[in-house]
């Protein structure tokens, strides 16, 4: 069934899921959502698991709907409208036929997902529907009068119950918060010299303009090595994975990196600071934060006893009435206790004072 | 054989049998990578590099230590290399000018004269340790130790589908227009990977290529 018309020309919108793996040995690379945090949590909110979600990256995204659904926002502050009323992100969303929803610019990070019940259904490449901004081997940049499918079963969805997360509208700041990543040492971290050892934990790095879902440049103090090192041989990377050519800068792999390359691998950013860290732009600042592999699983543990073992509905008593306004009823809920949840026909709506 | 375990991130091992390149060890993992695909340990991935064993893993439902106790156990078992069969694939290169913008260059850090780098770089088949680097590019080894040259010092922003390129012992080819740092020597025009077919990559680790000059 046919859910939505893209309606501009966003400047980088993809459809991503959690990746695409298994075909490594034919070379290619993962793929996936960016922040695999706020991606996963859209699509936990709706009850989907690895559903193809949209990747809007830098804003300025609008589409029109056609036909009821439910969906989520998550990711940075995009300032979502629909039909010009600011709308909740972090929570489901009713959407009805004839919905228009539009992003405007970022506020606090690089990448907001697009979520809808159920998934978008794209035509699935080696098992998954993610994209590559380069190779042509999933699906690609989304344009306008793109259309987006879906499975009419799943996503004509009601229910009484708000689906959100109650402190999670602080994501937003806990994106914007995090500038001390935690990195772990890589195989050719013993081969830096002394001096680099020293720096890569003591300055800043700044995110440059040469960026994107292959790799990232950072621009800071030179990275050297000792002087009895030599090139390494081909080996293994991944996402996270920090190289150093003979430029002496810092590459940061993401999520379309290759899982081969020939640079030194010096360090690797956690899977956990890699969710903030594809949420930087350009010129921000980063330091990282030594921590060891041991502390690095207990993390990601943590984050998902934090974040995907909770209840997400929402127990809030609400009034409930209906509304008359140039002749169209509206059935509105708002919280008893204060103002602070008002849901117009299933659209949780954001208050700006 | 012997390994080493490295972390290249919080998700990913690698098991580096190998400081060289070699085709035993290559073929050794190529079983090994056999075996492993039959496990029951939820892997996100297992494959091939020149020296090393790489397993992609969600820490969430593997323990980093099982993984490492199945390598073990399964790197004891007697190997048959002989099950891996030479097969040879023919590649057709245009070498030089606007299809090998490096030639030139490599042929003066070399002191060898353009027309020599062909002649070597064609002459023998190479065996493919690896596809990697981007959808269908074969890393193929051995090449010849008068090619030697050092990868560019910053990476190219964009090399054209099909470039035909050496780097340090190193030669391979770019099957789509990607960023890269080996230097370039000519061009083909052979389609190296389909993403619809269920086996993408037309060259398959383990084969051996001979490049054929236009």
Known sequence: ?353 | MEFRIQDITDSTLAFNFSNSIDEEVNKHINILINYLNENDLNLLSVYPTYNSLIVTYNPLLTERKEIIQLVEKLNKLEKNYNKVKDQVLNIPVNYGGKYGEDLEEVSKILSISEEQIIDIHSSKPYYVFMIGFSPGFPYLGGLDKRLECPRLPTPRVEVPAGSVAIADRQTGIYPFKSSGGWRIIGNTNLKLFDKKNENPSLIKPGIRVKFTPL
């Open chain 1, 1 to 353: 069934m046919k859910i939505l018309k893209v309606l501009n020309n966003p400047i980088f919108s993809t459809i991503q899921d959690s990746g695409r793996y298994g075909f490594e040995n034919h070379g290619v690379p993962n793929s996936g959502a960016g922040d695999m945090l706020s991606y996963r949590l859209g699509n936990y909110i709706l009850g989907n698991s690895n559903a193809a979600s949209i990747e809007i990256i830098h804003g300025n995204f609008e589409v029109e709907f056609l036909s009821e659904c439910l969906i989520s926002i998550t990711g940075s502050d995009m300032s979502p409208r629909i039909n010009s009323v600011p709308v909740k992100m972090w929570e489901s969303i009713q959407i009805c036929k004839g919905d228009n929803l539009k992003f405007s610019t970022p506020k606090n990070g690089l990448r907001a997902y697009l979520s809808i019940k159920g998934g978008f259904i794209d035509k699935e490449i080696m098992k998954s529907n993610s994209t590559h901004s380069d190779f042509d081997v999933g699906g690609k940049k989304l344009a306008i009068n793109d259309l987006l499918y879906c499975d009419s079963e799943l996503s004509n969805y009601q229910s009484d119950k708000l689906n959100s997360y109650p402190d999670y509208y602080k994501f937003s700041q806990l994106i914007a918060n995090q500038k001390k990543l935690d990195v772990i040492k890589g195989p050719e971290f013993n081969s830096l010299s002394s001096k680099s050892k020293k720096e890569l934990f003591n300055s800043e790095f700044k995110i440059s303009n040469r960026m994107g879902r292959t790799g990232i440049v950072l621009e800071g103090v030179k990275i050297e090595f000792s002087k009895n090192f030599t090139d390494i041989i081909s080996d293994g990377t991944s996402k996270g994975v920090m190289q150093v050519p003979s430029d002496g800068k810092l590459y940061v792999l993401m999520e379309d990196s290759q899982r081969i390359g020939g640079y030194p691998r010096i360090l690797s950013l956690t899977s956990q600071s890699l969710n903030y860290f594809s949420q930087l732009m350009p010129g921000d600042v980063v330091t990282f934060n030594l921590i060891s592999l041991e502390e690095s699983h207990l993390k990601i543990k943590e984050m998902e006893d934090n974040f995907f073992k909770d209840n997400l509905s929402k127990n809030i008593n609400m009034n409930e009435f209906i509304l008359t306004h140039a002749n169209k009823k509206f059935i509105v809920k708002s919280d008893k206790n204060n103002n602070k949840n008002i849901i117009i026909d299933g659209k949780p709506i954001k208050l700006e004072f």
